[in-house]
């Protein structure tokens, strides 16, 4: 079955980096589009960036252009976020979903934590 | 950049109760418009996808409709396991940006 598995997340300082990964399984995974979504605690759903199927173009939400990369690697069916210079208000959970023909996010991971905290 | 706006964001309905959601861009999005249930502690489930249109395996009792810039998403009897928040969500295609209304919070009376 479709599968997608965060791994990365953890306790970070302001100013560090993390790098987040999301395993895909069970669909061909150079053939779709892929998103990262962000959940802060309590909070609703933010679209953070998408990447093409072929890692060619990227795009991202306003509020982490210049500190967040998407990219991927067709050869491990991974795809990642790097995040640079954490700041308190990038606290939350990430998680990984699949771009579908009709712009829907299916399915999604489980999602990994994110707490950036001194 | 286009807003969702969603009402009410909150509710609370008995059992078997029909409950209605809208969802209202800040611009014509056609029929770019989809739906997603999140059960606390989960990650978001696709349930309606292009305004209409039931994802497989979702219960015939979760419907959506709409148009343009008004959207509405309906449960026609409500059950326990529908407890959850619900987020309607739009898309552009040039350049692809997505968008998510703020959420309806789903209780049991």
């Known amino acids: 079955q479709v599968q997608l598995v965060e791994s990365g997340g953890g306790v970070v300082q302001p100013g560090k980096s993390l790098r987040l990964s999301c395993a895909a399984s069970g669909f061909t995974f150079s053939s779709f589009g892929m998103h990262w979504v962000r959940q802060a605690p309590g909070k609703g759903l933010e679209w953070v960036a998408v990447?093409?199927?072929?890692?060619?173009?990227?795009y991202y939400a306003d509020s982490v252009r210049g500190r967040f990369t998407i990219s991927r690697d067709s050869s491990k069916n991974t795809l990642y976020l790097q995040i640079n210079s954490l700041r308190a208000e990038d606290t939350a959970v990430y998680y990984c979903?699949?771009?579908?023909?009709?712009?829907?996010?299916?399915?999604w991971g489980q999602g990994t934590l994110v707490t950036v905290s001194s | 950049d286009i807003q969702m706006t969603q009402s009410p964001s909150s509710l609370s309905a008995s059992v078997g109760d029909r409950v209605t959601i809208t969802c209202q861009a800040s611009q014509d999005i056609s029929n770019y418009l989809n739906w997603y249930q999140q059960k606390p502690g989960k990650a978001p489930k696709l349930l309606i996808y292009d305004a209409s249109h039931l994802e497989t395996g979702v219960p015939s009792r979760f419907s959506g409709s709409g148009f343009g810039r008004d959207f509405t998403f309906t449960i026609s009897s409500l059950q326990p396991e529908d407890i959850a928040t619900y987020y309607c969500q739009q898309y552009d295609n040039l350049p692809p940006l997505f968008t998510f209304g703020p959420g309806t919070k789903v209780d049991i009376k």
């Open positions: 979903a699949r771009w579908m023909p009709l712009g829907q996010f299916d399915p």
């Open positions: 990447i093409s199927y072929d890692g060619t173009d990227k």
